[in-house]
Nanobody, 123 residues
């Protein structure tokens, strides 16, 4: 079992930045691939970005390319999502997820999820 806790959400103006953190605990959490997903009100949950356990492989959604960066510090069991040039359409609850295996973009492939953190971008 892996437990995930997100932090770092909040209210920011358009064009601003936020850094989300996801700290994992449980069995060998450092070997899991990690992903970030988001869900806006009235919309389905969507993939944002993911990173492999070794950090050698990453995957980005079109909306994240050029603006978001994912990194991890396995010594701290923490994954970071740096979000720059934020837009109002980035407003959503952001969830981190973990899986044993390669990083994927499909939410159904991640068995472990955090509780989410709210990101609100004002125009």
């Amino acid at each position: 079992q892996v437990q995930l806790v997100e932090s770092g959400g909040g209210l920011v103006q358009a064009g601003g930045s936020l850094r989300l953190s996801c700290t994992a605990s449980g069995s060998t959490s450092s070997v899991y691939a990690m992903g970030w997903f988001r869900q806006a009100p009235g919309k389905e949950r969507e993939f944002v970005i993911a990173i492999s356990a070794s950090s050698r492989n990453t995957a980005y959604s079109d909306s994240a390319k050029g603006r978001f960066t994912i990194s991890r510090a396995n010594s701290k069991n923490t994954v970071y999502l740096q979000m720059d040039s934020l837009k109002p359409e980035d407003t959503a609850v952001y969830y981190c997820a973990a899986r044993d295996g390669r990083a994927t973009t499909r939410d159904e492939s991640y068995p472990y999820w955090g509780q989410g953190t709210q990101v609100t971008v004002s125009s």
